[in-house]
């Protein structure tokens, strides 16, 4: 027998790995010839091996003791039940620690297991722990160490003298089961539980459930040592729950775990099977025979489609199908095939020629215009009676922001087409309007095609912008290409070059906008049927300010919103059985009117927030003067804004700042608060001279794109100094500047002689024009003009320079002169007469012949005004120095 330290927390069966040969050679020496050896096992205090749980063989090196001191002191008595040797097997050393070991019954089962697992020059100890003991001596170090132990005496305990013990068993035999439930391994062990431990003896009963546990070789130390029943089924019981919390964590983990493979390998799944789905289906990319089952299937599709459009599809199917998939020749034709499949051959919106409906829509979005109204109601009208209205052009000539494109859009829809719109402003390049070459990387047909197949119809409405602004190709020009497009005589069959099929674009209606006509290609022009807008007065402003844009504003800025009807919804339903198998739409009943919004002010804004009539008359006559509305609206949505940044603020209490801050204590906008919300009117007045007009100056009117506008022409004589016989050098000449154009220049030159004749004729004696050269020039230096309509101002500038007398102040005028004298007619006389009603004029002179234009004006636009018509320079001169005497003249 040989003494051996050793440690053991719990008793039971363990396996041991010995490394050193001397303890192994006197193990092996003792348990020879069938003698049954015991060792001494008990645990090193300092070991970093004590750590291995209670499901794994300990390690035991090293073996060898150094200090007794390192030996914890109660330790189990254990028998030697089996030693295993290595192949080179060199037994010297002891072992060295073994694992916690205490054992209820022998139990021999394992025997065999051991062999297989033992390494060269080690050996495997199977151990059968026995009882208690405590360690009283290390006699020698050895190896193998001899220790002098002395056995406990068997500890009885009857669990049924203590309740605290019995509770403790049942909570201990309690909890094992519980812990069984959630880890597998445990539940091996507890089948062994009915036939290792009696749940009578609360010793037994600890130990078992101790060495079940994963706990610390610490823990099972201090299970192991203990005496006291109670304690020491309180501490098996305090590892046991330790045991119950891990489980708990590891069966959390691994669910965790086991969610997320499940996830990926149900997508992994799913994908596969869409795969395959797709590829059944033909739905997968490269799958060629599909590609051309598509095509082919859109072809017959078509009821209606050009004979060369289909013979270019089915060519293009044959070349496609010989073609390999990933050439890039496939995808060119890939592309091409896919444009010619994809165009609305024979797809058309019902076209609607109802003359309330048009009128009604016309009217609810645009206030004014009637003359491109009229225009599109008798479009409407011989729709009606000739179920078409092919071939029309119209062209909306004006200055920005009176309509034009808003209106395009509402004809649109008065008519039942879709509305497509594209600027041609600066466009220089013909492949914009038709296409590409196909051989070009890129290639894509031009903005008609492309139109088509955006709206998907091939009767929309396009809104050619800004053709005026054309710009010159220098490959191609893009007039040219326009012309072929518009013209209605070539336009049935349009060649794009990307496409090189004939496409049929008669049914489409063309309009197109432009700011002045003079730059539009006369070709182009000739074509088109022009309706001219010449912008707003204020009364209009007025209106279209309250009645559209403020709601517009308000309602974008939610400080108004729509009403949902109920008889709205009501009416949806209610015509698409009557009317159901005339329009393909069938929840669009193609001639009712849209109901007419109606707002109601959200809650969260005051009621009595509103903008009114006064500030919008303020807006239109000190801030926004321009001929369209576009200013006008940008400064109610500036109001509307700043309207509900104050509402906010006002709701939740936060802070302004000075600028945006209300100051006005309602919440109603007008004529005295207006400047909080929109800051100080840019205009105070429109002339630069406000009282009496200086010598040598005269006030015309121009036509610019952007409206009308009062413009001066200032004249200065050239001083030179006197010769010596006290006569001027010089004299005669004329010098202009301000920016004219050609025209403008030479009508400058014309004035100046109608001038000079016109003075010898009144003033003999006057020589000014020979004395003096004249300076003439035109405010604002830097705005390109041109035209002849300012001739009679500039004759009228130049004599009152001559004669040293003003021009009557509150005077404008506009007509061309001729050489002879004669006054010739001008265009834009409303715009004229507007910009001389913003200057605050009172008195104008106009050509005869542009009397009838007046005449047409409504009546508060000439409400007030003198206006005098002129055939003759002389009249203009009597109006101008108000010598209505002097010449005997009727008109
Ligand atoms: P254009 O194309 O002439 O430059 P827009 O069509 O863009 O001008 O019009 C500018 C804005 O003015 C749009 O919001 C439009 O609704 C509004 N507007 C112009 N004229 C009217 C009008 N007669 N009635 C109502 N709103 C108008």
Not at 532 to 541: A, F, Q
Not at 729 to 753: C, F, N, Q, W, Y
């Amino acid at each position: 027998m040989t003494p051996r330290r050793c440690d053991a927390a719990t008793l039971s069966e363990r396996n041991a790995q010995l490394t050193d040969k001397a303890t192994i050679d006197a193990l092996t020496r003792s348990s020879a010839g069938g003698n049954v050896s015991y060792v001494g096992v008990f645990l090193r205090k300092d070991s970093h091996h004590s750590h291995h749980g209670p499901y794994e063989p300990a390690v035991v090196t090293p073996e060898v003791l150094t200090d007794p001191d390192q030996l914890y002191p109660v330790g189990s008595f254990a028998q030697v039940h089996r030693i295993q040797r290595g192949a080179d097997p060199r037994p010297d050393r002891p072992a060295d620690q073994l694992p916690p070991g205490l054992r209820p019954d022998t139990d021999t089962d394992a025997e065999d297991d051991v062999a297989d697992n033992v390494a060269e020059g080690q050996a495997s100890v199977l151990l059968l722990g026995h009882r208690r003991v405590t360690l009283t001596s290390v006699d020698r170090l050895g190896p193998p160490v001899d220790v002098t132990v002395e056995h406990w005496d068997r500890i009885v305990t009857d669990p049924f003298q203590s309740d605290m013990v019995r509770a403790l068993s049942n909570e201990i035999v309690s909890m094992i089961r519980e812990v069984a439930t959630l880890n597998p391994l445990f539940r091996e062990h507890i089948h062994y539980f009915p036939t290792r431990v009696d749940s009578n003896d609360p010793m037994k009963l600890a130990d078992f459930a101790a060495s079940m546990t994963t706990g610390s070789a610490g823990e099972l130390q201090g299970v192991l040592a203990e005496k006291d029943p109670e304690a020491r089924l309180h501490k098996a019981l305090t590892l046991l729950t330790k045991e119950r919390e891990v489980s708990r964590l590891q069966q959390e983990i691994s669910a965790q775990v086991e969610a997320k493979m499940t996830e990926a390998q149900r997508r992994y799944f799913l994908t596969e099977q869409l795969k395959s789905i797709k590829k059944e289906l033909g739905m997968e990319k490269d799958d060629k025979d599909a590609l051309l089952g598509k095509y082919r299937q859109k072809l017959a599709a078509f009821t209606e489609i050009p004979e060369e459009a289909r013979r270019a599809i089915e060519a293009e199917l044959e070349k496609l199908s010989a073609l390999e998939k990933n050439s890039a020749e496939f995808n060119v034709t890939r592309t091409y095939l896919d444009w010619l499949t994809e165009l609305p051959w024979d797809t058309a919106t019902p076209e609607r020629y109802d003359l309330a409906r048009a009128r009604e829509i016309l009217d609810r979005q645009h206030y004014g215009l009637d003359d491109v109204k009229d225009v599109i109601l008798q479009f409407v009208a011989v729709g009606k009676l000739r179920g078409s209205i092919q071939g029309k052009i119209l062209c909306l000539a004006g200055p920005p922001g009176v309509g034009k494109t808003s209106i395009a859009k509402g004809v649109a829809e008065a008519l039942g087409r879709k509305f497509y719109r594209f600027s041609v402003g600066g466009l220089s390049d013909v492949s914009e309007i038709r296409g590409h070459r196909r051989t070009y990387v890129g290639a894509m047909p031009g903005k008609l095609i492309q139109c088509l197949k955006t709206t998907g119809s091939n009767n929309p409405l396009i809104l050619i912008d800004e053709i005026d602004k054309l710009g010159k190709g220098f490959q191609g020009d893009p007039a040219s290409a326009l012309l072929e497009l518009l013209d209605p005589s070539q336009n049935s069959s349009f060649r794009d070059t990307y496409l090189d099929v004939p496409v049929d674009m008669s049914k489409v209606l063309f309009m197109c906008t432009a700011n002045v006509l003079e730059t539009i290609p006369g070709p182009l022009l000739d074509r088109m049927e022009i309706i001219n807008l010449s912008g707003y007065d204020v009364p209009e402003k007025l209106e279209i300010a309250e009645r559209y844009l403020v709601p517009k504003s308000m309602l974008e800025s939610g400080l108004l919103e729509e009403k949902k009807t109920d008889a709205a919804e009501g009416d949806t339903d209610a015509p698409s059985d009557a009317d159901a198998d005339a329009d393909p739409d069938p929840d669009a009943d193609p001639d009712a009117i849209p109901p007419l919004p109606e707002y109601l002010t959200p809650s969260a804004v005051p009621a009595d927030l509103a903008i009114e009539r006064s500030s919008l008359e303020s807006l239109v006559r000190w801030y926004c003067r321009e001929a369209g509305v576009r200013n006008l609206e940008k400064h109610i949505r500036k109001i509307c804004r700043k309207l509900a940044l104050q509402v906010v603020a006002a709701a939740e209490s936060a802070p302004l700042t000075e600028r945006t801050r209300r100051k006005a204590p309602g919440w109603t906008v007008d004529a005295d608060t207006l400047d909080e919300y929109v800051g100080k009117p840019p205009f105070t007045s429109d002339r630069m001279f406000p009282g009496d007009t200086p010598h040598g100056v005269a006030m015309g009117l121009a036509w610019t794109s952007m409206g009308g506008a009062a413009l001066y022409i200032e004249t200065q004589g050239i001083v030179r100094s006197a010769d010596a016989e006290g006569k001027p050098r010089g004299g005669g000449g004329l010098r202009v500047t301000g920016s004219m154009k050609d025209v403008m220049k030479e009508s400058t030159s014309i004035a100046h002689t109608v001038g000079r004749k016109f003075l010898h004729e009144y003033q003999m004696g006057n020589s000014y024009f020979d004395d003096y050269d004249v300076h003439m020039h035109v405010p604002d230096g830097a705005t390109p003009k041109d035209g002849p309509s300012a001739g009679i101002t500039m004759v009228t500038a130049m004599l009152s320079l001559a004669m040293d007398r003003p021009v009557r102040a509150d005077l404008a005028m506009t007509g061309e002169v001729s050489l002879s004298g004669l006054v010739l007619p001008v265009g834009g006389i409303k715009e004229k007469t507007m910009a001389a009603r913003r200057a605050g004029i009172d008195c104008l002179v106009f050509p005869a012949q542009n009397k009838r234009d007046y005449d047409e004006l409504p009546d508060y636009l000439k409400e007030g005004l003198e206006v005098h018509f002129a055939e003759e320079y002389k009249r203009v001169f009597e109006i101008a120095f108000m010598e209505d005497d002097f010449f005997d003249h009727k008109i």
